[in-house]
């Protein structure tokens, strides 16, 4: 009995590893440090990484609204998969 509840926990734990490893997972953030934009973008499809962005940009002079357009622009260049659980 004990043995095939040892068997049962080690079969779903190696499952919800493989499974972890699967779909897609994306990580987006853009921080403001005075005149600088930072844009990282990590993502991976289906365990492999298709994107590791991390640049930064001037935006001295740019409003709130003009900086956050830079940013979806940027994000939309990417050509991201759609990233159902960020």
Do not use: W
């Not at 987006?28 to 990590?42: A, L, P």
């Not at 962005?53 to 979806?72: C, H, P, Q, S, W």
């Amino acid at each position: 009995m004990n043995k095939t509840i040892l068997s049962l926990i080690t079969a779903l734990t190696l499952i919800a590893a493989i499974a972890c490893g699967r779909g897609t997972h994306i990580k987006k953030s853009v921080s403001y440090q005075g005149d600088m934009m930072r844009v990282k973008v990590y993502a991976k499809v289906n365990g492999r990484q298709v994107h590791d962005y991390d640049k930064e940009f001037n935006v001295a002079g740019l409003n709130k609204a003009e900086r956050e357009t830079m940013a979806k622009r940027i994000m939309d260049s990417l050509d991201l998969p759609d990233d159902t659980g960020k």
